[in-house]
């Protein structure tokens, strides 16, 4: 992170000084030596910027080390496929949201890199997406009701969104990765929710989750 900070400030320094130079050789009338200080000055800006969007990108995502614990979901059945799903993430106050039928899905999106970013010894970062309801059967996902909630806050200066749309511009940056999981939803079933290195991973931790995960699937008839 300091590390991404001195180079957006290095490359903020250089590209001002091509700016000031531009000026200097337009007010000099020399329009060769201020075109090459323009393109040294556009480069070093683009670089900058490039830069900054890591630095903000780097500080709003979550980093990944090993595994790493990401909340807890717990489920109250308000009526049959109608859940409220109340989600505690990093110790922060519950946040409540409906969801429509008999499993849940968390998404998040992982940043990884690669050369010539992996210079910088940048760990891992990740962000969560959304969470969301489903049905087990093809039909009902279907024609039923969809509920899905973000639980991320949209930023300006997203390197996810960023490099997905441009990717040539940010060499080293692999956004490609998304990753997801889900399980049944059940009355009083409580569920951690863990980040690794291969994707995120949901873990029944009391009976109810317990028993909903060792029915699911099973046909009652």
């Known amino acids: 992170m300091d590390l991404l900070l001195t180079l957006s400030a290095v490359f903020t320094f250089i590209a001002l000084y091509f700016v000031f130079s531009m000026a200097r050789h337009a007010r000099r009338r020399r329009p060769v030596r201020a075109t ?83 210079f ?36 300006r200066l997203d390197v996810w969104q960023f490099v997905r749309k441009y990717p040539g511009l940010m060499p080293g940056v692999d956004a490609q990765y998304g990753t997801a999981t889900y399980l049944p939803m059940a009355h009083g079933a409580i569920y951690e929710v863990s980040m690794t290195r291969t994707g995120l991973i949901a873990r029944p931790v009391n009976d109810e989750a317990e028993k909903a995960v060792g029915d699911w699937g099973v046909n009652p008839n």
């Open 36 to 118: 090459r200080s323009l393109a040294g000055g556009a480069a070093s800006g683009c670089a900058g910027a490039a830069s900054i969007m890591l630095a903000f990108s780097y500080y709003g995502y979550d980093r990944l080390i090993d595994e790493t614990f990401v909340g807890t979901v717990k489920f109250s059945e308000s009526r049959p496929e109608d859940f409220v799903a109340r989600v505690m993430i990093d110790g922060e106050k519950h946040r409540m949201f409906q969801l429509f039928g008999n499993e849940w899905q968390m998404d998040a999106r992982v940043i990884k890199w690669k050369p010539p970013a992996t």
């Open 120 to 155: 910088l010894g940048l760990d891992p970062i990740y962000q969560l997406d959304r969470i969301s309801g489903r049905f087990s059967d093809l039909e009902e996902e279907q024609s039923r009701t969809r509920s899905v909630y973000a639980l991320s806050d949209p930023v």
